[in-house]
């Protein structure tokens, strides 16, 4: 395990410490196999010509079918981080529930761990959120050609640094919301950027599912959102890497 020192470190808010891996395929695994003896605020971060990613380690005060909640906080504050680092008037979406879209183009997904056998009752030891973004696509002749997902890079992002040095205060602000507001703070800051991907009204409920309002008296079309997570959709598990 390597942290951060020295120059070029991440600068990061107190109490985050920045623990720096070769290979962003593993961040997600590392951060998840030191979870329990580093603590809340390590964060796990690996940068390659074609992936960036960032794993940060929570420990939840609430049972998991609360504690889960806090993905929302995550997606919101790297939404907020990538809408600050790229270009004017551009967007960034998600799509449920768990991948991030730049002008409808995927630009990469997020993802939540607990110990395995943590059941919906149970206070989870620690939690990872972790997210992984398409740097670059160098393996493609033609990235023109797949316009089904984008890069930083052809993007014109900030350097990814900046992206994770954002993302982590964003965060702050998230939990803080959420600690003075409430969820709806981070729910409906996640919801504004999934509706911006399409015409639906959306609501997300106490277990973190995605409701999708009726006529009335009707009941509303649900999503799981642990279902959907654990699906995975934007990721490539051959490549273990975003979908391209």
């Known amino acids: 395990m390597l942290s951060a020192a020295g120059e070029g470190a991440l600068v990061l808010p107190p109490l985050f410490e920045a623990v720096l891996i070769a290979d962003p395929s593993d961040v997600h695994a590392h951060a998840c196999r030191i979870a329990a003896q580093s603590g809340a605020g390590t964060l796990v971060y690996a940068i390659s010509e074609e992936t960036v990613a960032l794993a940060i380690v929570l420990e939840p005060d609430k049972p998991m079918v609360a504690a889960r909640l806090a993905f929302f906080a995550g997606m919101a504050a790297m939404g907020d981080s990538l809408a600050f680092h790229c270009v004017p008037e551009r967007q960034v979406a998600f799509a449920w529930p768990d991948e991030f879209l730049f ?45 089904g997902s984008t890069s930083l890079v052809e993007e014109e992002f900030d350097p990814p640094e900046a992206i994770i040095e954002s993302f982590t205060r964003h965060l702050m602000r998230a939990f803080d919301a959420m600690a003075t507001e409430g969820m709806s703070a981070v729910t409906t800051a996640y919801l504004e950027r999934l509706q911006a991907n399409t015409d639906r009204d959306w609501m997300i409920d106490g277990r973190g599912d995605l409701l999708q309002r009726g006529e009335p008296g009707a009941a509303p079309t649900r999503q799981s959102l642990s279902i959907g997570l654990a699906a995975c959709r934007w990721y490539n598990p051959v490549r273990k890497a975003p979908l391209l």
């Not at 002008?103 to 149970?122: F, I, N, Q, W």
């Not at 030891?125 to 023109?144: K, N, Q, T, Y």
């Open 103 to 147: 002008d409808l183009a995927r630009l990469g997904g997020a993802r939540l761990a607990v110990p395995e056998g943590t059941g919906d009752d149970d206070v989870p030891e620690w939690m990872v959120f972790s997210v992984e973004l398409i740097h670059a696509r160098p393996s493609l002749a033609d990235p023109g050609a797949y316009p």
